[in-house]
């Protein structure tokens, strides 16, 4: 408990900001012989200042603060408080700490302990503390949490396409398919409730009778670094032979920049033309990268097939064995996965 034994003794809470904080503390009066007179205080703090909790008891009193709770109830603002106790000369830190937007400072007898936003108890440091992960498959922006003092960013952009086919009678052929989007890794300090430009790769289209078309560029821009992950190539048009043929894959993209850790993605694979006349094909597969597979090549005539669940993944190649125009799969969406630390 807090002691306050004269007149000029006060405990006092000094705000750093205008996020409300409220305030409540319960205390017992006792006086000689053995009078005991309990006592309440609630207090409303809105701006920066030093601000009396608890004021002094009377002369010969002795007031026992048994309780102190202080409450951010801003939404998403931070304030730091800072618990003194005064004897009307010397003053006397008793704590300093940041309460984040909905966390409770209390003091109950002689511990002291803090409860978080949903209600819980924190164990662990306020600093460091995983808070959640939020994955982003579209928009331009990111906004940090209010207790959000890093984040690690992962990074894929979108796939590429597979390639299609051209008509020919009589002829065969199969499109290489899409290779995958680039992929990066990045911790960034940040600021709380900042707002950060993203870019989101989309996923290469595919194309009747051309080449499979480039992923998006997927990016995130923090403190003047912005890191990149390359789009995936499309796959080569394959183009009806009566002679057996090949097409390549598109290549690997770009390696990402500016990350901690910068990749390409792998390459699609090559369209195989190995019988004309009753069509033996096996068109390109598209490209895998770290979070979402390429699609499988097919070995019938069709269109190529759509890179599946996941992201950043390339689009199959198409195949054709007559005089019908095909077109390659579509690569798959770039995606930000960001993990956000207090």
């Known amino acids: 408990m807090l002691l306050l034994t004269g007149t000029a003794h006060k405990i006092q809470i000094i705000t750093s900001g205008t996020a409300n904080i409220d305030v409540h503390t319960s205390y017992m009066d006792y006086t000689a012989p053995s009078t005991a007179t309990p006592g309440i205080l609630n207090t409303l703090i809105t701006t920066a200042a030093t601000t009396d909790v608890t004021g002094s008891p009377a002369s010969g009193a002795q007031r026992n603060v048994q309780t102190l709770i202080a409450r951010n109830s801003h939404a998403s603002s931070s304030n730091t408080v800072t618990v003194q106790h005064t004897d009307g000369t010397t003053v006397s830190t008793l704590l300093k700490y940041t309460l984040l937007a909905g966390e409770t400072l209390f003091c109950l007898d002689k511990e002291w302990y803090v409860i978080d936003s949903s209600g819980g108890r924190k164990l662990s440091p306020a600093t460091g503390r ?3 992960t939020t994955v982003i498959t579209s928009g331009t922006t990111f906004t940090s949490g209010p207790s959000t003092n890093s984040i690690f960013a992962r990074l894929v952009a979108g796939g590429g396409a597979g390639g299609g086919c051209t008509s020919v009678a009589a002829a065969a052929a199969a499109g290489g398919g899409g290779s995958a989007g680039g992929y990066a890794e990045k911790t960034f300090a940040v600021v709380p409730n900042t707002v950060y430009t993203i870019a989101i790769g989309l996923g290469g289209t595919g194309a009747s009778g051309a ?3 480039t992923g998006g560029n997927t990016t995130i821009a923090v403190g003047g670094v ?5 789009g995936g190539l499309g796959g080569i048009l394959g183009t009806a032979l009566t002679t057996l043929s090949a097409y390549l894959g598109g290549a690997s993209p770009a390696v990402s920049t500016n990350g901690d850790l910068n990749l390409g993605g792998e390459p699609g694979g090559p369209g195989l033309t190995l019988v004309v006349a009753t069509p033996i094909v096996s068109s390109g597969k ?3 990268c770290q979070l979402g597979p390429g ?5 019938t005539v069709g269109n190529g097939p759509a890179a599946p669940v996941g992201f950043g993944g390339g689009g199959g190649g198409a195949a054709t064995g007559a005089s019908t125009v095909r077109t390659g799969g579509n690569g798959a969406p770039g995606a930000i996965i960001i993990d956000e630390f207090a």
Do not use: D, M
């Not at 912005?226 to 390359?230: D, E, H, K, M, Y």
């Not at 699609?295 to 070995?299: P, S, V």
């Open 286 to 288: 598209g490209g895998s």
């Open 226 to 230: 912005t890191v990149t992950a390359f």
């Open 211 to 213: 080449n499979g078309n």
């Open 295 to 299: 699609a499988n090549g097919i070995t």
């Open 130 to 132: 995983y808070l959640k």
